[in-house]
């Protein structure tokens, strides 16, 4: 059949309909946003994808299989829906497809595909860890019997929880806030001046830990409500370093809910407060600086702006060379290599998959010592191998990032919908590999 001289939103939907994939499943594949897609499905030949969309859906055609490749020809031939007079064919996903921003499943018709694909295979399952008794203490912690602890002790308790977090040990890490919870109004009660100060830079920390596990395990939500005591307990500790790390949280917690132009905003202007406040005359505002204009930037790729995401990448790049190392200041991991990870998770937003495992592939491993920074490189490794149509590789990144950290693999439910969409893309035995590794790892197909 002869290419696609140039693609418009017809032919990319009728592409996405002769592979019979949802809204959502084809944004995944190709590595755009949903809500591109789902611009194409709906303005038709009035949208023109950009140059490097175009590229990729010359590059997935050509991946097609005979058949896909007949019905998109077919599809074409018969105008902008597909369908011929006296004939409704069924949309893979337009209507039913329930996504949302593009974290969420890919809509009734993905289900039903997926169940088709994967029938038979028993998977051994390890559900998320229940969150129920840390909502519990977040939402009414007086109802919960407190554990006394001194200013010290505390200090320590909050440290060891960063530290198993950053070490992926979430089922430990949930464990600890549900009895560190309780314990945070008395330790503030009786703090008197600096330590008043200190304890309620603890609670920033503490409801940072909240918000981060909570969005590991895909709770969004009460993420927005834990990062929001982390805002308070900032501003009563009139710390410019605790303002500025409250702001981290916010701005994953804003993106996670879908508000990613606020949090581009919210970023770029906390860390100008930081700057001001501070000129950044120690580590831990020159970490905390560079990992809010990195959190920036990929909250600027979500929104598909570009210009802005690589300005604050170079910006975090600045940032790291005043820094000089790599460590892990604020429990922030800051420092080259990971402007470098960031690289990597940008360049998959914004769809360029090869440009994403180039980058990966410029990584010093020996400088990513965070077990869930490492994992995370390895689960957008993954990702990126996906869309490129590269399963055999995106099962091995998998298989690397389970190594590393077994709960970030098993218990995300972003890294269980790579793990599904391998199984519902590769074929063969690369598929049975991966429903292989799905059964012993534990992941929910």
Same mark, same amino acid.
């Given at each position: 059949?002869?290419?696609?001289?140039? +693609?418009? $939103?017809?032919?990319?939907?009728?592409?996405?309909?002769?592979?019979?994939?949802?809204?959502?499943?084809?944004?995944?594949?190709?590595?755009?946003?949903?809500?591109?897609?789902?611009? +194409?499905?709906?303005?038709?030949?009035?949208?023109?994808?950009?140059?490097?969309?175009?590229?990729?859906?010359?590059?997935?055609?050509?991946?097609?299989?005979?058949?896909?490749?007949?019905?998109?020809?077919? &599809?074409?031939?018969? $105008?902008?829906?597909?369908?011929?007079?006296?004939?409704?064919?069924?949309?893979?996903?337009?209507?039913?497809?329930?996504?949302?921003?593009?974290?969420?499943?890919?809509?009734?018709?993905?289900?039903?595909?997926?169940?088709?694909?994967?029938?038979?295979?028993?998977?051994?399952?390890?559900?998320?860890?229940?969150?129920?008794?840390? &909502? =519990?203490?977040?939402?009414?912690?007086?109802?919960?019997?407190?554990?006394?602890?001194?200013?010290?002790?505390?200090?320590?308790?909050?440290?060891?929880?960063?530290?198993?977090?950053?070490?992926?040990?979430?089922?430990?890490?949930? /464990?600890?806030?549900?009895? &560190?919870?309780?314990?945070?109004?008395?330790?503030?009660?009786?703090?008197?001046?600096?330590?008043?100060?200190?304890?309620?830079? #603890?609670?920033?920390?503490?409801?940072?830990?909240?918000?981060?596990?909570?969005?590991?395990?895909? /709770?969004?939500?009460?993420?927005?409500?834990?990062?929001?005591?982390?805002?308070?307990?900032?501003?009563?500790?009139?710390?410019?370093?605790?303002?500025?790390?409250?702001?981290?949280?916010?701005?994953?917690? #804003?993106?996670?809910? $879908?508000?990613?132009?606020?949090?581009?905003?919210?970023?770029?202007?906390?860390?100008?407060?930081?700057?001001?406040?501070?000129?950044?005359?120690?580590?831990?505002?020159?970490?905390?600086?560079?990992?809010?204009?990195?959190?920036?930037?990929?909250?600027?790729?979500?929104?598909?702006?570009?210009?802005?995401?690589?300005?604050?990448?170079? %910006?975090?790049?600045?940032?790291?060379?005043?820094?000089?190392? /790599?460590?892990?200041?604020? +429990?922030?991991?800051?420092?080259?290599?990971?402007? #470098?990870?960031?690289?990597?998770?940008?360049?998959?937003?914004?769809?360029?998959?090869?440009?994403?495992?180039?980058?990966?592939?410029?990584?010093?491993?020996?400088?990513?010592?965070?077990?869930?920074?490492?994992?995370?490189?390895?689960?957008?490794?993954?990702?990126?191998?996906?869309? +490129?149509?590269?399963?055999?590789?995106?099962?091995?990144?998998?298989?690397?990032?389970?190594?590393?950290?077994? %709960? %970030?693999?098993?218990?995300?439910?972003?890294?269980?919908?790579?793990?599904? =969409?391998?199984?519902?893309?590769?074929?063969?035995?690369?598929?049975?590999?991966?429903?292989?590794?799905?059964?012993?790892?534990?992941?929910?197909?």
């Amino acid at each position: 059949m002869a290419p696609v001289t140039t +693609w418009t $939103g017809r032919e990319a939907n009728t592409l996405r309909n002769a592979l019979r994939m949802s809204v959502t499943a084809f944004a995944e594949h190709l590595g755009a946003a949903r809500r591109t897609v789902a611009k +194409w499905s709906s303005q038709g030949d009035k949208v023109l994808p950009r140059a490097d969309m175009q590229a990729a859906l010359d590059t997935v055609l050509a991946r097609a299989t005979p058949d896909a490749r007949e019905r998109f020809e077919a &599809l074409l031939t018969t $105008g902008t829906s597909g369908a011929t007079a006296g004939t409704r064919l069924p949309d893979a996903g337009v209507d039913t497809d329930t996504g949302g921003d593009g974290q969420g499943g890919s809509g009734s018709d993905g289900d039903v595909r997926r169940r088709d694909l994967l029938r038979g295979a028993t998977i051994g399952v390890a559900a998320t860890p229940s969150v129920a008794p840390l &909502l =519990d203490a977040l939402v009414s912690p007086c109802h919960t019997k407190a554990v006394a602890l001194s200013g010290p002790q505390f200090s320590r308790a909050v440290a060891a929880t960063k530290i198993d977090y950053q070490a992926c040990r979430y089922e430990r890490v949930l /464990d600890q806030l549900v009895t &560190l919870l309780p314990a945070l109004e008395p330790a503030r009660a009786g703090a008197q001046g600096a330590q008043r100060t200190q304890a309620e830079v #603890l609670a920033t920390d503490l409801y940072h830990v909240v918000g981060s596990v909570l969005l590991k395990v895909g /709770d969004r939500g009460m993420a927005l409500v834990a990062a929001e005591r982390s805002t308070r307990a900032a501003a009563a500790s009139e710390d410019p370093v605790a303002v500025a790390t409250s702001a981290r949280i916010m701005t994953h917690a #804003l993106m996670s809910n $879908g508000h990613d132009k606020q949090a581009v905003t919210l970023a770029g202007n906390a860390a100008g407060v930081l700057d001001q406040d501070t000129r950044l005359t120690s580590a831990d505002a020159v970490a905390v600086y560079g990992a809010l204009v990195l959190r920036g930037a990929v909250a600027a790729a979500r929104s598909d702006d570009r210009d802005t995401a690589q300005a604050m990448l170079d %910006e975090a790049s600045r940032a790291a060379a005043r820094l000089g190392y /790599d460590g892990n200041d604020r +429990w922030t991991g800051f420092g080259a290599a990971n402007v #470098l990870l960031h690289r990597v998770n940008v360049a998959l937003i914004l769809g360029d998959a090869g440009t994403a495992i180039g980058i990966a592939r410029t990584v010093p491993l020996d400088k990513v010592t965070i077990a869930e920074r490492r994992a995370s490189l390895y689960v957008d490794v993954a990702r990126a191998y996906t869309q +490129w149509g590269r399963y055999e590789h995106g099962l091995t990144a998998l298989r690397t990032a389970y190594e590393v950290a077994p %709960e %970030e693999v098993r218990c995300r439910p972003a890294v269980q919908r790579i793990a599904t =969409d391998l199984a519902l893309l590769a074929k063969g035995p690369a598929r049975t590999a991966v429903v292989d590794f799905a059964r012993g790892a534990g992941i929910r197909l």
